[in-house]
C-alpha cells in the first residue's frame, strides 16, 4: 500500500535505539532523538508524515523480531515517566495518535491481503504492526480499550503460516491486558472472545495455547467469572491424563500409549497451562468437593516424568513448571526436589531435560518478579489503607527459600560442554540476584568462570552481574578471585571441544586478551587487593601446592596476558617470582637428590674400583659438594666446559637413578611449575622491554609513584612455554618411561642445579667473574627454556647482552634482598 522506508534509515534507528540503557549520557541523547522522530504529536492535517512514522516504528519493530523488544518498552517508559508530573503531555497525546494510525493500517493491511502479488509483504508488515500495538498495550494498556472490539475478530484467523499464529498470538496478548480494563463490556464480546480462545486452545499448538490460555484467565478471573466454561475444559484433559495414566499402569508395553502419544503431549502441557492461571481448589470450580486437586494434578505429572519416552518426560516437566507457578509450594515436596536435583547434576542426563527444568525457574522467577511489581504499585497507591508490603515478603521469602534448595545445582549447570544449558543457568542466576533471593558472595566465583564463556553474550551478562555485585558489596570480588580463577579453569574443561589438548588462559584470537581479563581489571585499581591476589596465584607454583599442571599452564597464560597497566605490576610479580624461584628449585633438587642416595644405599656395596669410578663421574651429591669447594674462578672454568662434560655429567646422574622411576616423573610434574615461572618472567621481561638492572632494583616497599609509568608493550611478543605444552601433549606423567625420556630428565635436573647454583651473580667478585657466573646462569635457563626465538624462549634479548652485567639472566637478586 505504502512505499517502505528506507532500510538504512530503519537499520540506523535498530543501531541508535539499543543504547537505550546505556550510560546517562548516550540514554538521555536516544530519548531526546526519539521523543522528535517518534512520539512528537503530528498536525491531524499531515496524513502523510504520519504515514512515514508508522512505517518507521513498524520497520524498527520487525527488524528486531529475534532480538527482543526490551528497548521500546524501556524508551517508552522513561519517555512516559518524565511527563508525569507535566501539565502539556506530548508523549501521551503522540502515543494516542501512534496506536489509532497503526489500528487504521491493520485494517488496510488485512484488506490488502487478498491481493496475492503483496501478500507476503503486507503479512508481514500486519504482524509488525499488532506486535507494535501490543508493545504500547503492555506499557499504556489503557490506549487499546476502545479498539479491543476491532482486534477480537483477529482471534478467529485462519493460520497457515508463521505470520497468522503471530497475529493470534499478540491478539491473544492485546487483550489479556485490555479486556479487564474495558467498563462494561458486551456479554456477546466476552461470550465471543471465550469460545474463540477455547478453540484455539483445543485446535492448536503450544505457543497458542499458552497465550491463549493465559487470556483466558484475565477474562474468566478478572471479568466473566465462568468457572464452569473453564472447569469442563480442564476435566477434558484431565480425565485424558487419568485414564492413559491407568491403562499405561496395567501393561506398560501396551501400544495404546504409543497410538495416543499425540493426545498425551496435548494434555500434559494444557493441564500445566491451566493449573498456571486457575486455581481448580477453589470451590468456585470443584464445589464442595474435599479432593486436593493440585495434588492430584502433581501426582499425574510426576508419574509421566519417569516415562521412558523423553518428550512425554519434557512436557510433564513442562506441565509441572506452569503448576508450579501458581503452587510454588509444591517445588518444597521430597519427589520435586529429587527429580530437579537428579535432572540438574546427572552428568549423562539429557540435556533438553536440563534445559527444561531450567527454563521453568527461570519462568517462576519472572512471573514472581512481575507479581512483586505489581504489589509495589499496589501498595504505593493505597499505602495508607493496608500493609500490601508485608504480602510481598512473604512471596519473597517463599522464592528465597525456593531457590536456596536448587542453587548449588543451577550453579553447578555452569560446567557443561552444551552452551544452551550455561546460557538458560546464568539467566536463572542473574534473577536471582537481582530479586535479592540470596547471599551473593556464594555465586562470585561461578560468575568469574563464566565471564570466561566463549560467547559474548554470556560473557557480559556474568561480567554485568560482577559489576552490579562490586558495587553494594565492596571486596566481594577479590575475597572470590583465586576460587574464581581455578573454577573458570574447569568450565574451560568442560567446554574444551579437543579434550587431548591442553587448557590455554586466553583467547585463540587477535586480541590474545587473558579469558580472566575482566577479573583482574576489577581488581587491580586497590593495590593492597591486586598485590594480593597475585602473590595467591603465585603460589599455586610452589612445590608444596601440588597444582595439576595444566591448571599452572592456563594460570600462567592468564598472568602473562593481563591487562597490565602502569610497570609495578610486573615488577611486582618478577620480583615475586624470583622468591618463588630461589626456595621451590632448591626444594626441587633437594627431594631428587634424596631419591638418589636413598637407593644407593640399597645397592650392594660397589667394588674398590667401581668406588673410584663413581666418585670421579658423579654429578649428583658428591659432584655438586666438590664443585662448591672448589674456588671461584677454578668453578669458572668447571662450568664453562665442553659439551663432552655435559655429557659425562649427564651419565654419571644416569648411573645414580632409582630403579623405581617415580621420583623422576614427580621431578618432571614438580618442574614444570618452575619452568612456567622462568618462562613467565622471560615473557613479561621481553613484553614490556626491562632491563634486569631494573628488574633487580625493583622493591615492593616503594612509593607506587616510582612505578607509576604506564607501560610501553611490544608487538608480536607471545607466550609460548613450549616444554609445557609438549609434557602435556603426550602426557609424559602416565605415559612408560624410556631412557631417552630419562636422559632429558637428567639434563633439566643439571640446568636446574646450574642455574640454582649462580641464581644470584656476587657483586663484589671482579667483573670477570661476575660475568661467567652470568653467562652460566643465561645458558642454564636458555637451555631449560628450550632456546627458540629471543623474543618467546631465549634468556636475552639483543639489546639486553649488550648490557652486561646488569642485564643479567632470567633471575635476579633474591639473596641481597
Known sequence: IEQPTFPKITEMCVKMIRRVNDEEGIKKLVNETFQKLWFTPTPHHDK??????????TDVVAACRDTGY???????QNLLKSEEDASYKPVKKACTQLVDNLVEHI??????LSDSDNKGVNSGRLVACITTLFLFSKIRPQLMVKHAMTMQPYLTTKCSTQNDFMVICNVAKILELVVPLMEHPSETFLATIEEDLMKLIIKYGMTVVQHCVSCLGAVVNKVTQNYKFVWACFNRYYGALSKLKSQHQEDPNSTILT???PALLRSLF????LCRHFDFDQEDFKGNSKVNIKDKVLELLMYFTKHSDEEVQ??????LGFAFIQHPSLMFEQEVKTLYNSILSDKNCSVNLKIQVLKNLQTYLQEEDTRMQQADRDWKKVAKQEDLKEMGDISSGMSSSIMQLYLKQVLEAFFHNQSSVRHFALNVIALTLNQGLIHPVQCVPYLIAMGTDPEPSMRNKADQQLVEIDKKYAGFIHMKAVAGMKMSYQVQQAISTCPQDPVRGFRHDESSNALCSHLYSMIRGNRQHRRAFLISLLNLFDDTAKTEVNMLLYIADNLACFPYQTQEEPLFIMHHIDITLSVSGSNLLQSFKESMVKDKKKE??????????SDSNSGSESKSEEETSKPRRLRKRVNSDSDSDEENDINAVMKCLPENSAPLIEFANVSQGILLLLMLKQHLKNLCGFSDSKIQKYSPSESAKVYDKAINRKTGVHFHPKQTLDFLRSDMANSKITEEVKRSIVKQYLDFKLLMEHLDPDEEEEDGEVSASTNARNKAITSLLGGGSPKNNAAETEDDESDGEDRGGGTSGVRRR
Open 48 to 57: 502523510e508524515a504520519m504515514t512515514r512514522k508508522i512505517l518507521n516504528i
Open 107 to 112: 485494517l488496510k493491511y488485512e484488506e490488502s
Open 70 to 76: 526490551d528497548w521500546f518498552e524501556q524508551l517508552l
Open 314 to 319: 519434557t512436557k510433564a516437566i513442562i506441565g
Open 259 to 261: 497410538a495416543n502419544k
Open 270 to 273: 494444557t493441564v500445566g497451562a
Open 604 to 613: 650392594r656395596k660397589p667394588s674398590s674400583d667401581e668406588e673410584t669410578e
